[in-house]
């Protein structure tokens, strides 16, 4: 039985409006050597009739019909069914460029396309490389000047090996920042990474800003943090930037929630433990702000107990 040579995995839910143009991309690659896998995790538009659609239109679409789980489980689903030597993922509200797949086979671990932003005003912005194979120290370097950057937070616009990424699934309690997770566990296996000036993918960006669509509660951002975190560390590379990133947007993420409970935040143990180590990339303002916070849930904790006691 031949294998093909890329597995295309989309994860789609209720995306009509979208659907056909990014399944088209892939239909029109100048590359053949695809399959697409079209996962609907629970779609209540149209968009599962489209996908079944696109299964009897080409023998290379695969598609699969689940509950809604989100992204992650979708995911997951079409890596425990794609055969590919490589796998990809398109989100299905953007698209491929005709000849984005085009290569003959790689050496590398990775390969990280160029790619393109598109906005709703009509302005696109293009985020191209060299052509480079990266490995020892230039791969560290290039990690660590992207940590806070699109390649190291998405998982489009790549070629992942599947061998590599047999081993691995998508964190189906995590909800945003999947992608940086995965991208982070995936990197610790790689020793050689190719950039491509190929552009592949082009990517739909939101006018909406990124704190306004987002919100977590304390239990759920402290889980990310602490999972993004140890994933971090185990690739040995620092970066103060990262660091204080992780911890300031998180704790932005559930604003809302600290604000009414202050003690769901400063008390966590597991909040506490990476705030020890990520501290030093804080600044002195915040950490002063910190203690001060803390001692004040202390005291507040310690007024609770004498009153029970009493």
């Not at 079944?52 to 069914?81: C, I, M, T, W």
């Not at 302005?123 to 660590?144: M, P, Q, T, V």
């Not at 000047?145 to 189906?172: A, C, I, N, P, Q």
């Amino acid at each position: 039985m031949s294998y093909p040579a890329v597995s295309v995995i989309v994860p789609v839910y209720n995306a009509e409006k979208t659907l056909r143009q990014c399944a088209e991309s892939v239909r029109c690659q100048s590359f053949t050597d695809w399959e697409l896998l079209l996962v609907d995790d629970g779609s209540t538009d149209a968009s599962g009739s489209i996908c079944d659609e696109y299964q009897l239109l080409d023998s290379r679409v695969k598609v699969f019909h689940k509950p809604n789980g989100g992204v992650s489980s979708a995911r997951n689903l079409a890596l425990d069914n794609a055969s590919g030597r490589w796998v990809t993922f398109l989100d299905s509200d953007d698209v491929m460029l005709p000849s984005g797949l085009d290569f003959h086979g790689d050496d590398a671990d990775m390969i990280i396309y160029s790619w393109t932003e598109s906005y709703s005003d009509g302005h696109i912005c293009s985020h191209g490389y060299d052509d480079l194979l990266l490995a020892g120290e230039d791969l560290r370097n290039f990690i660590k000047d992207h940590f806070l950057y699109m390649e190291m937070k998405t998982v489009w616009g790549k070629l992942f090996r599947r061998s590599f990424v047999d081993g691995m699934r998508f964190d189906e309690k995590i909800h945003l920042g999947e992608d940086y997770l995965f991208m982070l566990q995936y990197m610790h296996k790689v020793r050689l990474c190719r950039l491509s000036s190929n552009i592949l993918y082009k990517y739909s960006q939101y006018d909406v800003p990124f704190w306004s669509r987002y919100c977590l509660s304390v239990s759920d951002a402290i889980y990310v943090m602490k999972r993004l975190y140890e994933a971090y560390k185990e690739l040995g590379i620092r970066s103060d930037a990262f660091e204080a990133q992780l911890f300031f947007e998180h704790r932005m993420l559930c604003r809302d929630a600290v604000a009414s409970d202050p003690d769901s935040w400063y008390g966590n143990r597991d909040m506490n433990a990476v705030y020890a180590e990520v501290k030093h990339a804080l600044g002195w303002g915040y950490r002063i702000k910190y203690r001060l916070l803390s001692c004040k849930m202390i005291s507040n904790l310690n007024r609770k107990f004498d009153s029970c006691r009493r």
